[in-house]
């Protein structure tokens, strides 16, 4: 039996309206790696003007070679709003329960002011820059943590779920926009128990800290790779627009966002991503 419709169906009474099949040219990614791999200065071949929510210092030395100009890239427009996260007492471990929770209040309103903060500058820049940088989204999910928690350990599993859901709200609104949005990652060990094991052991690799959810939330996940001989490299882990990307190592000249770009929109030119 035919499933076609000679006249569009009445959507009346519903949330459906019909798809355009319009693919926005901007891309929301991840980009993880160990310290001194690159992160940040990938980031910032992305088109400018960029907007830069800094938490961390690894932007320093970096910015100011893109606001110079570097060879093969075009000077960027870089506007930076840096933050530091309220420090934890280490008394707040080994105080009584009454204690302990005052820290935690006091805790919790350091952050939640600058909490608040981040997330206007985060709002605003998706709508006046071309690209957002959050470096880190570590951190970032680590300051909702503590503006909303207090603490970013002894924490119950469903305390979390209010958390993330704002964290991933948040996150979303990229789509909504036009801008590139680009989160930096730290990496952590990784730590399992065997079976039969009491402790966890070491794994030998390194995974992305932060949000466990954070990779389902973007189309593009990145991992930078810096090696004496190979130099700096960079391996698609995830791209949602052309899946055929995934498992790609990009080395120089394809080891940048405008570069990047061109694969995941085919048509696009250089000159359309600077």
Known sequence: ????????????????????????????????????????????TAPGPIGYIDFDIGSEGVIEKFLKGL??????????????IPMISKAAKKADAETKKAMTQEAGKAAEPIWNKVVNDYCKGLERFRTMIVDTGTEMHELIRLARLGKLTEVMPEHYGPVNAEFRDLVRLAYESDCNVIFLHKM?????????????????????????????????NLKTMWTKDEGFTIEVTKCRQEADLRGEILEDPFNTVPMIAQMVFPGTSAEDWE
């Open 71 to 84: 060879d093969g890239c075009p000077r960027r427009e870089i506007f930076i709003s840096s933050y530091r």
């Open 1 to 44: 039996m035919s499933m076609g419709y000679e006249d569009p169906p009445d959507l009346g009474g519903t949330g459906f309206e019909e798809a355009t099949g319009e693919v926005k040219r901007r891309m929301i990614m991840s980009i993880e790696g160990q310290e001194g791999s690159g992160k940040s200065h990938l980031a910032c």
């Open 188 to 220: 952590k060990e990784e730590w399992l128990k065997g079976k039969g094991e009491k402790r966890a052991n070491f794994t030998g690799k390194y995974i992305r800290a932060g949000f466990n959810g954070m990779a389902y939330l973007m189309q593009i």
